[in-house]
């Protein structure tokens, strides 16, 4: 590998054109800080969109990596193995569920959440018991059946033909879902904060006021915690403080903190519809994944890390209230724990990804939910001093485009 010979423009000459990444290259991160090809330092309040939530190459992680490669990496589902067996029972132990199945992705967790409602639909009531409603603005993943469940047009246009049966009602209106939910319902999905569709919190009342018709209905109701979950919103999930309980539960992204491995959490009752030979993966639940994602995950269960993430919050709202009272950039800010969303102001609408632009000049990487919120979702063990060092950073490349202007 030549490696001086790879820039940013050997990607638009060999990579399918499906991402347009930023300009610099990492090559090597520590904690909250990443360094690119040039040696140019920045703080890192992306964390992988919400995956590093220990930070980059954390040294008890990288210590049980570097142990289970020397022993068992993958066997495929024709075997169990110790480390998915362990993960799984802290996972049974911390949370409602009582059964878990393990994959790859985001995504996968979804797939297999709703083809189990259906499954389970199907062996309990009737074939003709399958609609799933969702979300408008929902993200769920870029399978077929995962953007067709998902609220979002941009994300199907030109996939078609969609799967059926499935609904659309706007976001935390009890009203549309209780005007759509039927006994032909299934299931119901939602996100307790939608994460890529501009970090907005779903309100106590209606996420209760959902579990409820769902019992009224048989549906199951399936919690998407893929972006909400392992710690980022200062619980361990954040069904937890909102007065409510999933059927299903699916878990991705921070799980293994940037180790590929995802989960479907469920009950007893609910798991045997997912009977021998109904489903799987070949590399789920492998040793090597599932060996970190025990690691990570009891690192993040503590209490007194999940405490500082709710802390760490206050520290972002100072800081933006502060960039935002010099510059009144944001109509709002919001979010919880580290899932913070800062909604742009009306004449900067559609321009969060100069923003983004902007602050990687001046060595800070964010993110965006949208064309109008900026996104930060980073390590939940960021420092302080860390938090301080890259606000300073954004204050400046606000400065610059404003001044631009
Ligand atoms: C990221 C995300 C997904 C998809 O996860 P992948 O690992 O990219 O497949 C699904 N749902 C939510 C809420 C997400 O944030």
């Known amino acids: 590998m030549n490696k001086s010979r790879l820039t940013r423009q050997t990607f638009n000459e060999i990579m399918v054109p499906n991402y347009a990444p930023q300009a610099m290259i990492p090559v090597r991160g520590e904690g909250s800080r990443i360094w690119d090809q040039s040696g140019n330092e920045y703080i890192d309040f992306a964390g992988g969109i919400a995956v ?33 067996l362990a993960f799984a029972q802290k996972m049974v132990s911390l949370t409602f569920a009582d059964k878990i199945y393990f994959c790859n992705s985001g995504a996968e967790a979804n797939e297999a959440a709703f083809k189990l409602a259906r499954k389970y639909a199907y062996d309990k009531f009737s074939s003709e018991k399958n609609e799933i409603i ?34 659309h009602v706007p976001f935390n209106d009890l009203k549309a879902l209780k005007a759509t939910i039927s006994n032909k319902t299934c299931a119901v999905v939602l996100e307790i904060i939608q994460g890529e569709g501009g970090v907005i919190t ?11 018709l769902c019992q009224q209905y048989d549906a199951l109701l399936i919690v998407d915690e893929i972006q909400t979950g392992v ?10 403080d909102n007065g409510i309980i999933p059927d299903i539960m699916t878990s991705a992204k921070a799980l ?24 799987g993966s070949t590399y789920g639940g492998n040793p090597l994944a599932c060996a970190v994602a025990l690691e990570a995950f009891s690192i993040i269960s503590e209490s007194q890390l999940l405490t500082n993430v709710s802390r760490k919050y206050n520290l972002f709202r100072e800081c933006l209230a502060h960039i935002n009272k010099k510059y009144n950039l944001f109509s709002d800010i919001r979010g919880k724990g580290l899932l913070i969303g800062a909604e742009l102001n009306q004449p900067w609408h559609g321009m969060a990804n100069k923003f983004i632009a902007a602050a990687e000049t ?30 300073k950073k954004l204050e400046r490349a606000v400065a610059n485009i404003i001044h631009r202007r």
């Open 52 to 84: 590093n939530a220990l930070g980059h190459c954390h040294p008890e992680l990288l210590k049980i990596l570097k142990d289970q490669s020397e022993k068992l990496w993958h066997l495929s589902n024709v075997y169990t193995n110790e480390p998915a």
């Open 134 to 167: 969702a979300f408008q603005d929902a993200f769920h993943g870029r399978s077929l059946f995962t953007v067709t469940v998902g609220g979002q047009a941009k994300y199907q246009t030109g996939f078609a033909p969609l799967p059926s049966g499935v609904r």
């Open 202 to 212: 779903a309100d106590p009342t209606f996420l209760q006021g959902a579990q409820q």
């Open 231 to 240: 710690g980022r919103t200062g619980q361990l999930y954040a069904y937890m």
């Open 256 to 279: 293994g903190c940037g180790f590929p491995v995802a989960a479907m959490l469920t009950t007893h009752h609910i798991a045997n519809s997912l009977s021998f030979g109904t489903h």
């Open 362 to 391: 001046e060595g800070l990487m964010l993110l965006m939910a949208g064309p109008n919120v900026l996104r930060m979702t980073p390590s939940l063990i960021i420092p302080d001093d860390d938090i301080q060092v890259g606000m």
